[in-house]
Each structure stands twice: as C-alpha cells, then as structure tokens.
C-alpha cells in the first residue's frame, strides 16, 4: 500500500558552536531509510559536552500529518529509566533502601505463599534478577511468580518494576505518577512526557506506532490509564535529552548511589551486565563506558544512550516496526563506540 512521503522535517540546533563529537548521517540518507523501512518518523537528540546540541524531527506522525520537533513518542521499556531515577532519588534522599525487601508495602497476590516473597528487593528488581518473567502471561497459568530466588541469575522483567511501583506507591502513600512528577519530571524539566494517559495531552501531537506497511496501530487510550512502570512511556526528543543530561550530571544522586547504579553485576554477556536500571557496556576501546536503555514494542523502537566520561549521548526515537534497523544504524554510524556497543548487542 503506498503511504504519502515524508512531509516534516524539524531541526533545532544550538547556538553553541562546540566541535562536534557525535555525527548525525544527512537527511537525506535518513529520509530514504524511513522510506525503505517503511518508518513514518524518526526523533533523534545529539548531547556533547553534557548538552542537548542538536534536536531533529524527520517525517510524518501518520499519514498527511507532519511530525514537528514536539512529537510525543511512544518508548516503551525506556519506562524504566524513569521508574530506575525515581527509585534512586529516593534513596539518595535517605527515603527508601535498595535493599529493603519489598513485602513491607506490597505482595502480590499470586505470590502471597510462596517464601521468597519475603526476600524481593528494589535491588533485585533493577538488576532484573528478580525470578519473575517479563510478563506473567508469559507463565502457563498467567499467574505470576518466581522462576528462581530473587538475586540468583539474571532474567529480564517488566512485571519486577511493576511491582516496584506498588512498593513505592504504598510506602510513600501517592500514585506513581505523581511522584515521577514530583521526583524526576519537576526535578529534570521534562513537561512533556507521562507514565500514564491524561486527557490534557495533546493527542495531534502522537507519532502513532505503524507496521512495516505503514499502517497504523490502534492506539489504545483506555489501556493508558493506568500507570506503568516499565511500558508505555510516552515523550518527546527534548525530554528525554533532559533525562540524559540529568543522568550524566547526577541530579539528584549521590555520588555513592550513581556508583551502585553504574556498577555492572547481573552479567548479560561479555561486556554487558545490567548494574541498576540500565545496561552498562564495560571498557569500550576509547576508554569510556556507555550506559543503554531501549524500548521496543509493537510499532515503537527506541533507545537512549549515554557515554558519562565524555558527557556525550544519543537518543533515537521510531514509530514503527521497521524502526530497530535504523536505530542500530543511528548507533554505529553517530559514535566512535558506536559498532564496538553494536557488536555486543
């Protein structure tokens, strides 16, 4: 099915006049992969020297609506992030402990007998060694539970910072959400992003997730409703480039706390282990290390991606199935670490 070209192209660059050290491919060349992947849009924000330097918005939000540099993406797992700070400001604030078993404030009901319950910490939850699946419709019965005793190996998990999420909700007597904003919206100048669906959100401005065909997904608005921990993150390139930023200054961290956040300790593979939250890639040539998170779902690839040595960060947000290629293209071709983080992948 043809689909109208792409119909936006959005750039804001900074006034800083900084050498760059992290190199975009030209428009041209991005606008002909969104065509050949069959991508309506693609988000990319540039940070040098800890500083959002370059923002661009390509392509159409759906079809005959041109995407503008305040597109609101879906981005999926990068939910976590945002759930990972929240957690971390609270424990640098001395409010909660990473290793305080959970089953204080919340157990969940399909593990409510089972020992290890008593054992689940926030630690084990953002190191993904929890024993939980990543969804408990995953398990035969559709019942969550636990695969192995939390901290004992590693195994990926959206329903681990789910259940963080009804921890700290119960604990700190507030909706997720409101403390994501009091926390780390307010705190890091992000107004245009949200953990759940409010309809004050400006709905034209959604780069709607489509398939390889271009086709448009349904976007479940009632599904949104409800707060999510690990899913469902909706944001813009400029948010999140003030996510990245806050990361690599520490805002709202201890120097202790971000040294347990970047500490690799759930080994993925050679070079890659999950410290707390994010994946760390360990001792890439140039000396530097990255810290990397991705969301990926139906017709949403994403990822951010921070070098702190350098202060330098790539953010790449897609609105379609076809969206993975030219994210991984985006890595390789923009950093000098880019195709070493690549191959370990």
């Known amino acids: 099915m043809k689909k109208s070209i792409f119909l936006g192209i959005w750039l804001v660059y900074s006034t800083n006049t900084l050498s760059q050290s992290v190199t975009l491919p030209s428009y041209t060349s991005l606008l002909t992969e969104l065509k050949d992947s069959g991508v309506p849009s693609v988000g990319i924000g540039i940070i040098e020297q800890g500083k959002v330097t370059k923002k661009v918005v390509l392509g159409d939000l759906k079809e005959g609506i041109s995407a503008d540099i305040d597109a609101i993406f879906d981005t999926a797992s990068i939910a976590k992030s945002i759930t990972t700070m929240l957690t ?22 399909d593990v409510s007998s089972d020992p290890y319950s008593k054992i689940i910490t926030a630690r084990h939850v953002l190191g993904h060694t929890t024993g939980f699946k990543n969804w408990r419709y995953l398990e035969e019965d559709g019942k969550l539970k636990f ?27 507030l909706p997720f959400e409101i403390l994501v904003r009091k ?32 086709e448009p997904y349904f976007f479940d608005i009632e599904e949104r409703r409800k707060s999510s921990a690990a899913d469902n993150f909706l944001t813009t390139v400029g948010d999140l480039g003030s996510l990245g930023i806050s990361v690599l200054k520490k805002t709202g961290l ?74 991984m293209q985006l890595i390789g071709r923009s950093l000098d670490v880019g195709n070493e983080i690549l191959s370990r992948l």
């Open 147 to 173: 695969n192995f005793k939390p901290g004992e190996k590693v195994q990926y998990s959206g329903e681990g910072f789910e259940y963080l999420k009804e921890a700290l909700s119960r604990k700190f007597n």
């Open 88 to 109: 971390l400001h609270l424990v640098s604030l001395g409010l909660f402990d990473l290793d305080e078993p959970l089953f204080s404030y919340w157990v969940d009901p």
């Open 183 to 214: 926390y780390i919206f307010s705190a890091y100048g992000m107004t245009s992003s949200h953990v759940i669906w409010h309809d004050s959100i400006d709905g034209s401005k959604i780069a709607i997730a489509h398939n390889t065909e271009r």
């Open 254 to 327: 201890t120097n202790e706390v971000y040294a347990e956040m970047i500490k690799p300790r759930s080994k993925v593979r050679k070079g890659v282990a999950f410290g707390l939250g994010w994946l760390v890639f360990e001792d890439l040539e140039n000396g530097e290390y990255a810290l990397l998170n991705a969301g990926s779902d139906k017709g949403v690839n994403a990822i951010i991606l921070l070098l702190p040595k350098s202060k330098r960060g790539l953010i790449a947000l897609t609105n379609g199935d076809g969206g993975r290629k030219i994210v």
